[in-house]
């Protein structure tokens, strides 16, 4: 999948470039010059790593997100597009492929879905199965908050439904795989997918956080 990883990373960089420093984003509070400065630290700072998902660190994650913001923004993105150095963590074979491909699928869909021009990418058949994988394997997590039960369908194959959440009553998110990934991500306004079921347990999936 290193091939997937790279092209997400291309086009991210891509977009990056042409909408500038101040663009929004679907992150919540950051624009696109703080989106590159995540990705530039996620890969060169693993000091700072912890404070993603352990949030007494998080003020520490923010202050070196911050410093890495105030470069030029063109640097940020030369950084971007580069991907880690050798000796990263994200630098060694097949580390790239597995941590990224995600990383930069969701995140490019974070700058261009915060645009009024946005429109569905057509993905290649193996991105779809491989996103497909993750969203079945990665959905539990994503929506371990969540206090109903959920099933995802693939809405371009005939493929049975798959159970990612236990409990009752049971709701159903439709839609192709990239979407269903977004949807579990927390681009739940922004995803293209159907969501059915009771109505009471359709509102407590929305209202619940999902993603990391």
Not at 104 to 130: C, I, K, Q, S
């Given at each position: 999948?290193?091939?997937?990883?790279?092209?997400?990373?291309?086009?991210?960089?891509?977009?990056?470039?042409?909408?500038?420093?101040?663009?929004?984003?679907?992150?919540?509070?950051?624009?696109?010059?703080?989106?590159?400065?995540?990705?530039?630290?996620?890969?060169?700072?693993?000091?700072?790593?912890?404070?993603?998902?352990?949030?007494?660190?998080?003020?520490?994650?923010?202050?070196?997100?911050?410093?890495?913001?105030?470069?030029?923004?063109?640097?940020?993105?030369?950084?971007?597009?580069?991907?880690?150095?050798?000796?990263?963590?994200?630098?060694?074979?097949?580390?790239?492929?597995?941590?990224?491909?995600?990383?930069?699928?969701?995140?490019?869909?974070?700058?261009?879905?915060?645009?009024?021009?946005?429109?569905?990418?057509?993905?290649?058949?193996?991105?779809?199965?491989?996103l497909w994988k993750r969203v079945r394997t990665g959905a539990k997590l994503?929506?371990?908050?969540?206090?109903?039960?959920?099933?995802?369908?693939?809405?371009?194959?005939?493929?049975?439904?798959?159970?990612?959440?236990?409990?009752?009553?049971?709701?159903?998110?439709?839609?192709?795989?990239?979407?269903?990934?977004?949807y579990v991500y927390g681009r739940k306004d922004q995803a293209l997918v159907?969501?059915?079921?009771?109505?009471?347990?359709?509102?407590?999936?929305?209202?619940?956080?999902?993603?990391?």
């Amino acid at each position: 999948m290193a091939s997937h990883a790279r092209t997400e990373r291309a086009a991210l960089a891509d977009l990056l470039a042409e909408v500038g420093p101040d663009a929004p984003t679907l992150c919540a509070g950051w624009t696109t010059r703080d989106l590159a400065a995540h990705l530039v630290v996620r890969e060169r700072r693993p000091d700072s790593s912890p404070g993603i998902v352990f949030k007494p660190l998080a003020g520490y994650t923010d202050k070196v997100r911050l410093k890495a913001a105030a470069r030029p923004y063109e640097q940020l993105v030369h950084l971007v597009r580069t991907g880690p150095p050798r000796l990263s963590l994200f630098g060694i074979p097949g580390v790239d492929a597995a941590a990224n491909t995600l990383e930069y699928f969701v995140h490019l869909e974070d700058v261009r879905r915060a645009r009024p021009d946005f429109a569905p990418r057509a993905l290649d058949p193996e991105l779809t199965e491989y996103l497909w994988k993750r969203v079945r394997t990665g959905a539990k997590l994503m929506l371990r908050k969540v206090p109903v039960g959920v099933e995802l369908r693939r809405a371009d194959t005939a493929d049975a439904p798959v159970r990612v959440r236990k409990g009752e009553p049971v709701v159903a998110i439709a839609g192709p795989p990239g979407e269903l990934l977004l949807y579990v991500y927390g681009r739940k306004d922004q995803a293209l997918v159907t969501v059915e079921g009771d109505e009471d347990a359709v509102r407590r999936l929305r209202e619940t956080p999902t993603g990391v």
